[in-house]
């Protein structure tokens, strides 16, 4: 069964850093496109960021370019978004989804065939 497992959520104080997991069992996640989305109180699901295709290649919304990373360790099936300069408008549940068909589109929109449960993650003084 495809299971995502998402966690290192938590409180950090503004300009801080998290470290986000993404662990997959049921799938080898170099087969997938991986995104990571985000959903505030009040607002829609939206991509920030998806690591896609062999080589590995990367893409971040406008609103964390420069501040978030995305990685894959294929070793341990798990892909990573390392959080820095954190904001308090970066307060969200964050998620972890995979697609195949998002290796040929654009990585950062939805449909996404499989989600895992989220972590909230706060940014507040």
């Known amino acids: 069964q495809l299971q995502l497992v998402e966690s290192g959520g938590g409180l950090v104080q503004p300009g801080g850093s998290l470290r986000l997991s993404c662990a997959a069992s049921g799938f080898t996640l170099d087969y997938y496109a991986i995104g990571w989305f985000r959903q505030a109180p009040g607002k829609e699901r939206v991509g920030v960021s998806c690591?896609?295709?062999?080589?590995?290649?990367?893409y971040y919304s406008d609103s964390v370019k420069g501040r978030f990373t995305i990685s894959r360790d294929n070793a341990k099936n798990t892909v990573y978004l390392q959080m820095n300069s954190l904001k308090p408008e970066d307060t969200a549940v964050y998620y972890c989804a995979a697609d195949r068909a998002a290796l040929f589109r654009l990585c950062l929109l939805p449909p996404y065939d499989y989600w895992g449960q989220g972590t909230q993650v706060t940014v507040s003084s």
């Open positions: 690591i896609s295709g062999s080589d590995g290649s990367a």
